[in-house]
């Protein structure tokens, strides 16, 4: 069994059309492939430890390398747009059952700026008195 934070041939299939193209005729040392730096993320998300302690030696660059990564992917949308795949793929097999689904405002824009019913109700007996 692989681990966890290896990315199979299937998943990256899906996973590197979503990645933002990265600019030719850019200066300096060629950058890592975004598959090792995604295993590298996952790497650091699974096992919890800090993005300066990933190991070098595991080929996944530096951990700053997959912060800064992870944070331009997920600016560019990267892991909505591929939440939004996975869940087509699985709703068009009838692999959900959307029975149990449930929305919360982790994933769904809570509504700002709604009227309140008015000023709320102390819940005081009576006001303090001023102690001057």
Same mark, same amino acid.
């Given at each position: +069994? ?14 590197? &059309?979503?990645?933002?193209?990265? &600019? ?30 990933? &190991? ?7 951990? +700053? ?43 769904? *824009? ?10 709320? *109700?102390?819940?005081?007996? *009576?006001?303090?008195?001023?102690? +001057?």
């Amino acid at each position: +069994m692989a681990a966890p934070w290896v990315v199979s041939d299937e998943l990256w299939s899906r996973i590197e &059309p979503l990645l933002p193209v990265r &600019p030719a005729g850019r200066t300096g040392p060629k950058p890592l492939p975004d598959r090792q730096v995604l295993q590298g993320i996952l790497f650091v998300l699974y096992t919890g430890i800090g993005w300066e302690d990933l &190991p070098q030696e595991l080929g996944f660059g530096s951990g +700053m390398t997959c912060w800064r990564r992870l944070r331009d992917w997920q600016e560019a949308g990267v892991f909505d747009r591929l939440h939004e795949v996975l869940l087509a793929e699985l709703n068009a097999a009838a692999a959900i059952d959307w029975s149990r689904a449930c929305v919360d405002a982790s994933h769904v *824009r809570a509504k700002r700026g709604a009227r309140t019913r008015g000023r709320a *109700r102390s819940t005081e007996p *009576r006001p303090a008195r001023s102690t +001057m």
